[in-house]
């Protein structure tokens, strides 16, 4: 049994008992959140759509940990007109534990 769910604007297949990284959520650690953005839930051959989402459907997840992604480094430049730019971003993340699909 697997679901599609969006959150932070992104869309992931979770599985119960997975752990992924998602965008930063803000809730305590070891907490229960609810992921109510379902778009498709796959049961065996059983298979349910939304249209976006799927009414009353839900997935729950424990907050494992919070973090910060590794860097990512932004270099710009204009050739011949001495315009250099650096700068560099690390994304937050909480990684979560998939308890439930229903």
Do not use: W
């Not at 604007?9 to 959140?33: C, F, H, M, R």
């Not at 109510?36 to 997935?59: F, N, Q």
């Amino acid at each position: 049994m697997y679901a599609v769910v969006k959150t932070g604007g992104k869309q992931y297949k979770v599985a119960v008992g997975e752990k992924l990284n998602v965008e930063q959520i803000p809730a305590e650690l070891d907490s229960q959140i609810e992921l109510t953005e379902v778009l498709m839930i796959a049961d065996g051959d059983k298979l349910t759509v939304g249209t976006p989402t799927i009414a009353g459907a839900k997935v729950v997840a424990k907050v494992v940990e919070h973090g910060r992604g590794e860097k990512v480094r932004i270099f710009k430049m204009r050739r011949r007109k001495h315009y250099q730019k650096r700068q560099g971003h690390r994304q937050n993340y909480t990684r979560i534990e998939i308890v439930s699909i229903g």
